[in-house]
């Protein structure tokens, strides 16, 4: 698959099978979260955590569901597999280039997932309810310092990446010339 078609069939899964990837859909996932852009080249500075622990997803949901006050939502959809994206940090230091270097790292692993056939979907929501919860960050075992900023859902799928009809005025666009 080329690069354009994984763009285009990239979609939030939202629902999983219950099976994880196999290590080496897995580990081409992960090496293509090494290859995303970051901000000054500062790779020292981020950190993934793959979560497959159920009772640690479990509690994960549980911060994120809670932190939206909506105790009945499962915001990680059933998903085997979480990998978390930390950033050196404290929270309120975190800057607007370690959220969008973060958000490139999980755009990354989200089209390495289409190539593999993975379903996958950006989790922003939990990780909002996990910060929250210092007991539940220190399960992770993060460097010292760093502080999640985002995640990516990981699981087989019965779902399909198919071609889909993107309408290409949906962002407006200005030019300055």
């Keep these: ?79 085997p597999v979480l990998v978390v994206v930390s950033a050196k940090g404290p929270e309120s230091r975190l800057s607007n280039a370690t959220y969008s270097s973060a958000a490139c790292i999980v755009q990354n692993m989200a ?10 979907c950006h989790i922003w929501g939990a990780i909002a309810g996990l910060v929250q919860n210092p007991d539940l960050v220190a399960r992770l075992g993060l460097p010292e310092g760093f502080v999640p900023c985002c995640a990516i859902a990981l699981g087989m799928t019965s779902q399909a990446y198919e071609p889909r009809e993107i309408d290409h005025g949906r962002i407006v666009t200005n030019r300055v010339e």
């Design 111 to 120: 089209l390495e997932a289409v190539e593999q056939g993975v379903g996958c």
């Design 1 to 79: 698959m080329n690069v354009t078609d994984a763009i285009n069939r990239r979609k939030s899964v939202r629902s999983y099978t219950g099976e994880a990837p196999s290590e080496a859909a897995l580990d081409a996932i992960l090496k293509a979260a090494e290859e995303a852009p970051v901000g000054m080249g500062h790779y020292q500075n981020y950190s993934l955590t793959v979560v497959t622990n159920e009772q640690v997803l479990d509690a994960i949901e549980k911060a994120g569901a809670a932190f939206f006050n909506n105790p009945g939502w499962h915001p990680l959809y059933g998903a």
